[in-house]
């Protein structure tokens, strides 16, 4: 781990109490899991919100929105948007831009959640609480801010998560809100997390990046695919992260199924010299400085 004056100069390293309180206050609210009813129901229901918005954040805030690695119309590009807004991890257009700041900086200056130059828990939590990120950097994004529909939602981020609270409390009850909300957000939240911070720590290098991107199965099974961050970090406007076939990539296979029935459509797949270069893993490490 690094020591805190590893923190980035022009970062505060400080937390803001207006983002620290909400956030370990759904954690909090998990524990009325030992309170409330228990049924299996609600945790399916935890398994399927959990799901479906790591789909929202995978194909969406991920492939989509940050590397444009597929097309979609109008609408099923808000229906992604809509989705990813879900899962309580600020605006679409906020998102997007900050990760394409990580990869044109990785693990460089500039980059917001190194865990290598700034330390494991900045990465993971610590630069989405403190201050100096909040602003949307609408400069990054200019392809997507410029449809008033994304501009609305990245505003307004808050507005689907609490729908999504509203009728899970609405249709199952105390049971439904608390595993299907609480608890499914704060695992997606520490997943999604993971590829910050984890994924630049632990796993094999296929790829010599200048990072220190890893690949990590169960990190991909996590997340949909997104644990094979090694594969991503070397050619990132793929589509496609799992780049063989014992790589496990369902966001991929979903959106492979979609465009089948012409939903999505153009899905960049990783070139050719990436399968012909030798690809012997460069090094496997277990925990980074
Ligand atoms: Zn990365
Ligand atoms: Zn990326």
Redesign the pocket.
């Known amino acids: 781990m690094s020591s805190p004056n590893t923190v980035l100069p022009s970062y505060s390293g400080k937390p803001s109490l207006i983002a620290a309180v909400p956030f370990w206050g759904v954690h909090l609210v998990c524990l009325l899991v030992f309170f409330v009813d228990f049924s299996w129901g609600a945790v399916a229901v935890c398994g399927a919100t959990f799901v479906t918005r790591m789909f929202g954040i995978t194909a969406g805030y991920?492939r989509y929105f940050?590397?444009r690695a597929f097309k979609t119309g109008r609408v099923f590009q808000f229906i992604l948007a809509f989705l990813g807004t879900t899962s309580a991890q600020k605006g679409v257009l906020w998102w997007a831009a900050n990760?394409r700041i990580h990869?044109k900086n990785s693990d460089l200056e500039g980059d917001l959640h190194s865990p290598s130059r700034s330390g494991f828990w900045w990465s993971h939590l610590g630069w989405i609480l403190a201050p100096d990120h909040e602003e949307t950097q609408y400069s990054k994004i200019p392809d997507l801010a410029k449809y008033p529909e994304l501009r609305w939602l990245n505003e307004h981020f808050l507005v689907p998560p609490t729908m999504l609270a509203v009728a899970l409390y609405l249709v199952g009850g105390a049971g439904w809100l608390v595993w299907g909300f609480f608890v499914s957000t704060t695992l997606l939240w520490h997943t999604t997390f993971m590829i910050n911070s984890l994924a630049h720590v632990y796993g094999s290098r296929r790829y010599e990046t200048n990072d220190t991107s890893r690949n990590n199965l169960w990190l991909a099974i996590a997340t949909m695919g997104e644990g094979w961050h090694n594969n991503?970090h070397s050619f990132?406007n793929s589509a496609r992260q799992g780049f063989y076939w014992w790589e496990i990539d369902a966001t991929y296979y979903i959106l492979k199924a979609l465009s089948w029935i012409g939903v999505t459509w153009d899905l960049i797949e990783p070139p050719a010299r990436l399968f012909e270069e030798d690809t012997q893993l460069v090094e496997v490490v277990a925990l980074a400085e």
Do not use: A, R, Y
């Open positions: 991920h940050s590397h990760h990869h991503h990132m």
